[in-house]
């Protein structure tokens, strides 16, 4: 489920540039998660009172400061901490977010030939530009069946449960067009991950 190539064949990059903000389908979404698992009083509780009215009028349209989104998903990750369940909180976000899109972007590649998950990733920083914005982010392959994506310039990626939602979303995004995706999250710095991907027929 591969394509042939060389191992470090640059697939896609964007620099990060300017000031990095999230946009509002992001923090609805997983505010979602939190609501779905019945702890959305506990988050009300855990989040700084400063953020609670803004957090209240949330615009799915709408770009947020990092300070928001740091709040947010700091509070999020005092409350759930199982590795599993904030990978399966990324693949939810994932499939609400970008599943549509993606698979749009998916359909108009298969016009070109066979999609594969390598070419699957040279999408990546649109569909991070969807999302995040002053956010860089490049994929490489490692081999026929792997790749390395690194996202920098977030801060985000300092909480683990921010790190393993990404790795929710590699995973659902992958898994349209492989079987059993594999992800593992190498920090790199306060902000930023590399993420290695590995895959199967």
């Known amino acids: 489920m591969g394509d042939p190539g060389r191992p470090d064949d640059l697939l896609a990059e964007l620099r990060a540039e300017g000031v990095a903000e999230i946009r509002g389908t992001m923090l609805v979404s997983s505010l979602r998660a939190v609501e779905e698992r019945g702890l959305a009083e ?4 855990r989040l700084p009172a400063a953020h609670l009215e803004r957090i209240r009028r949330l615009s799915a349209l709408a770009w947020y400061p990092m300070e928001l989104a740091d709040a947010h998903y700091g509070a999020i990750a005092a409350l759930i901490e199982d590795e599993a369940e904030q990978v399966r909180i990324g693949r939810e976000t994932a499939a609400r977010v970008q ?5 749009t972007l998916l359909r108009s590649l298969a016009v070109t030939g066979v ?3 390598h ?6 920083p649109k569909l991070l530009g969807r999302s995040l914005r002053g956010v860089g982010i490049r ?3 490692t081999g026929p069946q792997g790749a390395v994506v690194r996202v920098e310039g977030l801060q985000l990626l300092r909480l683990s449960y ?3 939602t990404f790795r929710g979303w590699f995973e659902e995004g992958l898994g349209l067009v492989a079987k059993r995706v594999e992800t593992r999250a190498e920090p790199l710095g306060e902000h ?3 993420f290695t991907l590995r895959w199967g027929a």
């Open 42 to 45: 506990a988050y009300r509780r």
């Open 119 to 124: 070419r699957a990733l040279t999408l990546a």
């Open 99 to 103: 599943g549509t899109f993606l698979g």
């Open 192 to 194: 930023a991950v590399a």
């Open 139 to 141: 994929a490489e392959r």
């Open 162 to 164: 921010c790190r393993n």
């Open 115 to 117: 999609v594969t998950p």
